[in-house]
């Protein structure tokens, strides 16, 4: 069994760490709040993870249940209306899509 302080400053090391990568976006989050390149990502970036979600979702249900075509398509299409509706909240959106997905999956 390893020393008591040995462990004790290994997870002493590990905290300092963790705590100095998760606080490090704070650290800079000022000086990026004036970015045009941050602003650009944070307008695109959930329309880009939806687009990939549903390439995805497509590729993996449409190879495994070539018949789930429509139930897919129809998901991607609550999924991007609830998303232009619902303000761009991309995790109602996308619960919203999935929930389309699996009722559809389950019940017909």
Same mark, same amino acid.
């Given at each position: ?21 998760? +606080?490090? /976006?704070?650290?800079? #989050?000022? =000086?990026?709040? &004036?970015?045009?390149?941050? *602003? %650009?990502?944070? @307008? ?19 190879? +495994?249940? /070539?018949?789930?075509? #429509?139930? =897919?398509?129809? &998901?991607?299409?609550?999924? *991007? %209306?609830?998303? @232009? ?24």
């Amino acid at each position: 069994m390893p020393d008591p302080q040995y462990i004790a400053a290994a997870l002493a090391i590990a905290f300092a760490i963790t705590f100095a990568l998760r +606080a490090a /976006p704070f650290a800079v #989050l000022g =000086a990026l709040r &004036s970015s045009k390149l941050v *602003s %650009a990502m944070a @307008l695109w970036m959930p329309a880009g993870l939806l687009a990939i979600l549903a390439a995805s979702t497509f590729r993996n249900t449409v190879q +495994a249940d /070539p018949s789930s075509f #429509l139930k =897919a398509a129809l &998901s991607v299409a609550v999924t *991007s %209306a609830a998303h @232009l509706a619902f303000g761009r909240r991309t995790l109602l959106s996308v619960g919203l899509g999935t929930l389309c997905f699996a009722a559809l999956t389950n019940l017909l």
